[in-house]
């Protein structure tokens, strides 16, 4: 079939959207139409050339929610008409990892995924007559697009796809970092550095299990207003701390943040991030994409001394587990969604969404075909 997209031809260059041609799905495979996509840090990154992993041409988005058109040979878990929202972490529930109980990280299609094919290692995307790579096994950024069974969630049919495609990413990445990766305790004092699409979703989830401070820190003033709307306690702008933000965030907090958060991908964040935990226990969770190449430093005696350094892909969440239950928090009023979705945009100025991200002017552009 034909179907509009928006393609990556090359980094560095704004989207094109075009028809592009779509094999039907395979054993295993589903055809999904896509309603709704969110545009996330990462797809900027992976544009942007930053990607180790980023491959051109290829279809990028991973924040989406569509509806299942048709199933391959050997589908079972869903049909035409179901509601869904595509994973780019799947979860197969046979591999080791997801039988270790240990891990969200199906290692299921992994390695075809970071290839940009399926898992039978071809596209079902071309344009005039030249495959074009999948992203993060989802590519949201085509109004039809195919996805393994084990990387689709089923999820309710009165959810709204242009609020629901926004816990394919940002939502359960924020909230699951809380819940499931730190599984912060109510009373525990957090700080969270980088107030955007990720970080907001963070502090939504400290307010959620009852974080007492919730301190966020943006180099964008404007950011302040944001978090306090989602239940950040203190705004902290590094660059009008006068000295050094780790020792007025260790200040701040009494001796240290019991729990930390870097959604910047800055990996000179990162360490602050790491060091303004309290001696003893404080749990620093590594959340931001670096760029290929970047290292994170530290004295290694900060961790001789009882600080943890810990990263979170996903929010740690079980996609077909636990990507239905948060669309269930949304449905029924326990997390926000809407506020945070500021501009909704057809496909055709997909590349505003970038510009306004960059500018730090959006929280969340969604897409809406
Ligand atoms: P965003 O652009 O919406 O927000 C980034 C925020 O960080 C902005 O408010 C910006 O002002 C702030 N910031 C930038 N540099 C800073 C600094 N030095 N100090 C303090 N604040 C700073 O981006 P997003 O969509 O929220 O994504 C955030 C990061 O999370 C990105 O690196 C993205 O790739 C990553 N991400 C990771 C996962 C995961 O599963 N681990 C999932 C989604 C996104
Ligand atoms: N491809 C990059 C890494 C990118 C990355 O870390 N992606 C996160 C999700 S970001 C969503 O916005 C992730 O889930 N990572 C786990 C995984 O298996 O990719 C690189 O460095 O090569
Ligand atoms: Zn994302």
């Known amino acids: 079939m034909k179907t509009r997209a928006a393609v990556a031809f090359e980094a560095k260059k704004p989207l094109e959207i075009v028809e592009v041609d779509l094999d039907g799905p395979r054993h295993g495979e589903v055809l999904v139409e896509i309603k709704a996509t969110g545009v996330c840090h990462t797809d900027a990154y992976t544009l942007d050339g930053l990607d180790s992993e980023g491959l051109f041409p290829s279809i990028l988005g991973h924040e989406g929610a569509g509806v299942v058109l048709e199933v391959g040979p050997g589908v079972t878990s869903l049909k035409p008409g179901d509601h869904v929202i595509p994973l780019y972490t799947p979860e197969c529930r046979q591999c080791k990892s997801c039988l270790s109980r240990k891990t969200n990280l199906c290692t299921a299609i992994r390695g075809t995924q970071g290839k940009g094919l399926m898992p039978d290692g071809t596209s079902r995307f071309s344009y005039k007559g030249q495959a074009i790579h999948h992203y993060m096994g989802c590519s949201t950024f085509a109004n039809h697009t195919v996805l393994p069974e084990i990387a689709l969630a089923k999820i309710r049919p009165d959810a709204p796809f ?47 299990v009852g974080a007492d401070k919730i301190i966020g820190v943006d180099l964008n003033d404007s950011k302040a207003e ?33 729990y930390t958060f870097d959604c910047t991908g800055n990996v000179d964040v990162m360490r602050q991030a790491l060091e303004a935990c309290h001696r003893g226990w404080g749990e620093s969770i590594v959340i931001g994409v670096a760029p290929a190449g970047a290292e994170i430093r530290t004295r290694p005696f900060q961790l001789v001394t009882g600080r943890v350094w810990k990263g979170s892909a996903f929010g740690g969440a079980r996609g077909r587990t636990d990507v239905p239950k948060i669309v269930d928090w949304y449905m029924d009023g326990k997390i926000e969604i809407d506020p945070m979705i500021t501009h909704t945009l057809p496909l055709e100025r997909i590349n505003e969404a970038f510009d306004l991200m960059h500018a730090g002017e959006s929280i969340r552009s969604v897409i809406v075909f």
């Open 162 to 208: 242009d609020k629901a495609c926004y816990i394919g990413c940002g939502v359960t990445t924020g909230v699951g970092a809380v819940i499931h990766t730190a599984q912060v305790e109510p009373g525990a004092n957090a700080v969270v550095f980088g107030l955007g699409g990720i970080g907001l979703n963070v502090i939504q989830g400290l307010k959620l």
């Open 226 to 258: 944001w978090g306090a709307r989602f239940g950040m306690t203190h705004f902290v702008n590094p660059l009008k701390v006068q000295g050094d933000i780790v020792a007025h965030l260790v200040e701040l907090t009494g001796g240290g943040a019991d």
